[in-house]
T-cell receptor
Framework: DVKVTQSSRYLVKRTGEKVFLECVQD?????MFWYRQDPGLGLRLIYF???????EKGDIPEGYSVSREKKERFSLILESASTNQTSMYLC???????????????FGEGSRLTVL | QQQVKQSPQSLIVQKGGISIINCAYE??????FPWYQQFPGKGPALLIA?????SEKKEGRFTISFNKSAKQFSLHIMDSQPGDSATYFC???????????FGAGTILRVKS
């Protein structure tokens, strides 16, 4: 079974703090994603990585950065956390590009971040 | 920005009834159109997906209907069970790149 592990399930941080959310996948997937989930807004893509050290901005990258130094690990960084970044963050991975893309994403269980 | 419009936002169905969730998409790649199911405290997981060159796909009690001309697709859950209570997301492939656009989600509650 594919496993995507998010190291922190619940975090509480103060405004202005730097926050690291870590994600590891064990299926040698090329693609990794960070989504943000908010009620009524669905899953919104923050950043996407299709290879080590490669990244693309998603729909809502402002206030976030990412790091992918190893194929299995994709980190989301909030340089200076703000209250409007209180949310559920979901990491996902998938294999293949183009015609091999089945649309199947494998998600972690999420990291619920509260910024006070 | 590409969108997928999903309705209803929430749905209450009696046990044994039919649950229907609808999605409409804009310009997209010709690829897979998946539905994801999310239980509380868990990440979403792929439930069922359809290629747009077919009009319907059925897996057990779950059926996707696809209308390419109308740019709409829907999920039907037959004989809905309390264990089906979850949040359901439709998704469409983006026009460019190996990424999906998700709908806003539907919270389904099946009453026993």
């Amino acid at each position: 079974d594919v496993k995507v592990t998010q190291s922190s399930r619940y975090l509480v941080k103060r405004t202005g703090e730097k926050v690291f959310l870590e994600c590891v996948q064990d299926m040698d997937h090329e693609n990794m994603f960070w989504y943000r989930q908010d009620p009524g807004l669905g899953l919104r893509l923050i950043y996407f990585s299709y290879d080590v050290k490669m990244k693309e901005k998603g729909d809502i990258p402002e206030g976030y950065s990412v790091s992918r130094e190893k194929k299995e690990r994709f980190s989301l960084i909030l340089e200076s956390a703000s209250t409007n970044q209180t949310s559920m963050y979901l990491c996902a991975s998938s294999s293949g590009l183009g015609l091999t893309n089945t649309g199947e994403l494998f998600f972690g269980e999420g990291s619920r971040l509260t910024v006070l | 920005q590409q969108q997928v419009k999903q309705s209803p936002q929430s749905l209450i169905v009696q046990k044994g009834g039919i649950s229907i969730i609808n999605c409409a998409y804009e310009n997209t790649a010709f690829d897979y159109f998946p539905w994801y199911q999310q239980f509380p405290g868990k990440g979403p997981a792929l439930l069922i997906a359809i290629r747009p060159d077919v009009s319907e796909k059925k897996e057990g009690r779950f059926t996707i209907s696809f209308n390419k001309s109308a740019k709409q697709f829907s999920l039907h859950i037959m004989d809905s069970q309390p264990g089906d209570s979850a949040t359901y997301f439709c998704a469409a492939p983006r026009a460019y790149g190996n990424k999906l656009v998700f709908g806003a989600g539907t919270i389904l509650r099946v009453k026993s």
